[in-house]
């Protein structure tokens, strides 16, 4: 079969299951619930579901720790439940995508219960070992990044008097890529799933699965005495491109299969990027990066012009980039990148971040609740976080000295369960998410923002109508998937201006968004507006057209967050 390239064309929903919608009063999403919620996803437009991994798991790290790669978690469904749901989206014309977790598994999966019996267990050496140092200490003094167990990324067995390595939880132990045993494992694992209907696979960390070739102790340790530049050591180490290209060999770039790759890989930037994406390579189809979306970093409008305008430029050799600014491992996009002190800012900021999103060059991905808007939610105790980060964090700075609120109150921004909190249905008990007790504490602002809410809302005040034209736009506008990308006002500290141009069809699309919370003035009419001075407003943040004086020479003042598409 002759690959289409699909996710070109494809807006792709992020459903982090376990909070989207309970249907049996478990307090936790299921299968069923995302049936339920089918003709919603269908209605917004969406195409393709990422399914954030819904594997059998003790959910240490929700399901990124995967105890057994072939089933679905029971509590989610089983496997028949996702079959049928696999076979609905499949009718609706939404495509699958299932989460591959490739650098570790959970230590109650099946291969690591056998490797720590003995050393010449077979499955042994899918994991990586180490023997003690001298004195009887961890191979090397590197911390594991959710600090837990006694914090190190390595986990002693009694089993054999060795150690094994985790990068992450001590219950997440990370798995061996020199293995032949594991890999031929792994890829036929990946063809049951493509065999069953999946259409691609997102990858978890997967530019961390090369591992240096020796552990060396690291300057500068942590509260709990171990170095946490551990993970960094682990990440695009050279040679780890040629792994996925053999991943990909054996698994979804089978001629049988038309399936997509999407890594996730921090450290990638435009300027390394033609490494992993460049096609004749065959590693992946597109990847997500943290040079904009990073849950402690903060970034200025010039920056995030620079990199966009990187990642587009790289187009020409056929890199797709993926578009997004948040997901389950971010604060919501309105609270991190937009504006939610008010209702109007907060509406208007979230039409403005999905405009820019959708607008960028690549394949769009929407993360539950974005499309309404969503904001974090802060949470006054400990107890009520989940997120591994959240609480090894708080406990480290506790040891450090600092009181309750010096430890928690810096740290919620940050906190992975800002998104994690149950999508917000509708204003009754729970937002409409479970009938029962929710698994994570639901945000108490659902009365004012809630799904069935914002789409009664009249057009001009509706995030979820917004997307959804955004979404149409896609379909009805080539210059939005094929467009040339020039930016102008680069360094301008308010506005993001581009075009996007179709040679084929000649199609002109303009960008003006003032994305901050001041009124601005926009400096100067970009060119293609003033040469071609015929210009249909295609959609705005305001629900205003546009409007420029005829020899475009007064200043115009934007509202904050106010941002236009216009066809010239
Ligand atoms: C990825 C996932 C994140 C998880 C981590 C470890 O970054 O997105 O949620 O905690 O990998 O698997």
Redesign the pocket.
């Known amino acids: 079969m002759a690959r289409t390239y699909w996710w070109k064309e494809a807006v792709i929903y992020e459903i982090y299951m376990k909070s989207f919608k309970d249907t049996d009063g478990d307090g936790i999403g299921d299968i069923r619930g995302v049936i339920e919620k089918l003709p919603y996803l269908k209605e917004l437009g969406i195409n393709c579901i990422w399914f954030?991994p819904i594997y059998p798991s003790p959910q240490v790290?929700?399901g990124?720790?995967v105890a057994d790669y072939y089933g679905i978690n029971e509590a989610y469904g089983g496997m028949d439940a996702f079959k049928e749901l696999l076979s609905k989206a499949h009718a609706l014309g939404i495509r699958i995508v299932m989460?591959m977790?490739l650098?570790?598994s959970s230590d109650e999966c099946l291969w690591f219960k056998e490797a720590r019996k003995s050393k010449d267990n077979p499955y042994r050496d899918y994991y990586i070992w180490g023997d003690p140092k001298e004195d009887g200490s961890e191979p090397c003094n590197w911390a594991n990044c959710f600090n837990d167990g006694n914090g190190s990324a390595w986990t002693y067995t009694e089993e054999t008097g060795q150690y094994y390595f985790h990068n992450?939880s001590y219950k997440?132990p990370e798995l061996n890529w020199k293995s032949e045993k594991l890999r031929e494992e792994v890829y036929s694992m990946m063809r049951g799933w493509l065999a069953l209907g999946v259409d691609g696979f997102r990858l978890?960390?997967i530019n961390r699965i090369k591992k240096p070739d020796a552990f060396h102790d690291l300057e500068s340790v942590n509260s709990l005495g171990y170095a946490e530049g551990g993970k960094k050591q682990c990440s695009n180490v050279p040679g780890f491109e040629d792994i996925i290209h053999d991943i990909a060999e054996n698994t979804w770039l089978l001629p049988q299969y038309d399936a997509f790759s999407m890594g996730?890989c921090?450290g990638v930037t435009s300027e390394n990027a033609l490494r992993y994406l460049d096609p004749e390579k065959r590693v992946l189809d597109t990847l997500y990066h943290f040079e904009i979306v990073s849950r402690k970093k903060e970034i200025s409008l010039r920056d995030y012009k620079r990199i966009e305008a990187g990642w587009a430029s790289l187009m020409e050799k056929g890199v797709w980039p993926i578009q997004h600014l948040g997901?389950?491992?971010q604060p919501r996009l309105v609270s991190k990148f937009g504006d939610d002190s008010t209702e109007e800012l907060r509406i208007r900021s979230a039409r403005c971040l999905a405009l820019l999103t959708y607008m960028m060059p690549g394949t769009p991905i929407i993360y539950q609740g974005d499309e309404i808007g969503m904001v974090n939610t802060y949470f006054d105790n400990i107890k009520d976080y989940n997120d591994?980060?959240t609480v090894g964090d708080y406990m480290e700075r506790r040891k450090a000295g600092m009181t309750h609120a010096e430890a928690l109150f810096p740290i919620r921004m940050a906190s992975?369960d800002n998104a994690r909190t149950p999508m917000l249905w509708d204003s009754s008990k729970n937002a409409g998410f479970t009938e029962g007790t929710p698994w994570i504490k639901v945000n108490n602002n659902y009365p004012r923002i809630n799904a069935e809410l914002d789409r009664s809302k009249p057009e001009a005040e509706s995030v979820f109508r917004f997307y959804q034209k955004l979404i149409s736009m896609r379909k009805e506008h080539p210059a939005v998937i094929n467009g040339d990308f020039t930016m102008y006002l680069p360094d301008d500290d308010h506005f993001v201006v581009f075009t996007r141009h179709d040679p084929q069809s000649h199609e002109i699309l303009l960008v003006i968004a003032n994305a901050s919370s001041e009124a601005a003035v926009l400096p100067e009419i970009p060119e293609p507006a003033v040469s071609q001075k015929n210009h249909e407003t295609l959609i705005s943040t305001t629900g205003n057209d546009f409007e420029i004086d005829k020899d475009c020479s007064s200043p115009r003042t934007f509202l904050p967050w106010e941002a236009y598409v216009l066809k010239i």
């Open positions: 954030t790290d929700n990124y720790d989460d977790v650098n570790h992450y997440m978890d960390v996730e921090g997901n389950h491992d591994r980060y992975r």
